[in-house]
């Protein structure tokens, strides 16, 4: 996504939301970040060398992402970058029908480029954002879904990028259908990369969730 004028035990702990320049919100937006990528394409070799560098300890150490973040870096220590793009390949692209569809439409509608993608585009135009057109997904994709997250915390324009727009937009295009398709991909017999991820994923929007209602609250 790109600004127009760019043109380029029991329960998550909960996590404490505050304004961008809090080290704990730019970890925030940094996983959205990563998930992102992962979710978009299969990591390449440079991708997996932070892997397998990267420090074992979960963003918020001993708390709800710790194991989830474990699997998910012992995974990317355990594929190689041919082995991650074939997993990839199968789950979510393939012949024909995907094993797993990565569109909120599908999942909140049963179909393709339904209501929900017109729905999320209206909201996106109103944050002045609009899709990059070097991309070849529609903007329900869930990588796009989280590119946008990770702005609306670390981007510069305060009158974007606040948490009332963090709640709204995932109240509205996140919390709806995420946690079903990480649920989809954990289950599937060929899953094993995109198995971490999505476990990871799945405890992160369940960390999102339960601090959106805590702001509520």
Known sequence: MTRPSEMTDTAP???HLASAN???ELARAELYG???????APPGPELLGQ????????????????APWEALVGAMRATSAEAAAAEHEALFHGVGKPEVFLYASYHLSGFLNERPLAVLRDDLASLGLT???????????????FEVMRYLIAGDDAGVSNLEQQRRFFRAHVQPWVERLCEAVIAH???????????????FVQVETQAFDLLES
């Open 13 to 15: 702990a909960p996590i």
């Open 189 to 203: 017999p060929r899953a094993e990369v995109w198995r971490a991820v999505a476990e990871l994923t799945r405890s």
């Open 131 to 145: 899709k990059d057109v070097d991309r070849g997904e529609t903007e329900d994709h869930l990588a796009y879904l």
């Open 34 to 40: 990563l998930l992102a990528t992962l979710w978009l």
């Open 51 to 66: 892997f397998r560098v990267a420090v074992t300890q979960a963003p918020q150490p001993g708390g709800w992402l710790e």
């Open 22 to 24: 809090d080290s704990e």
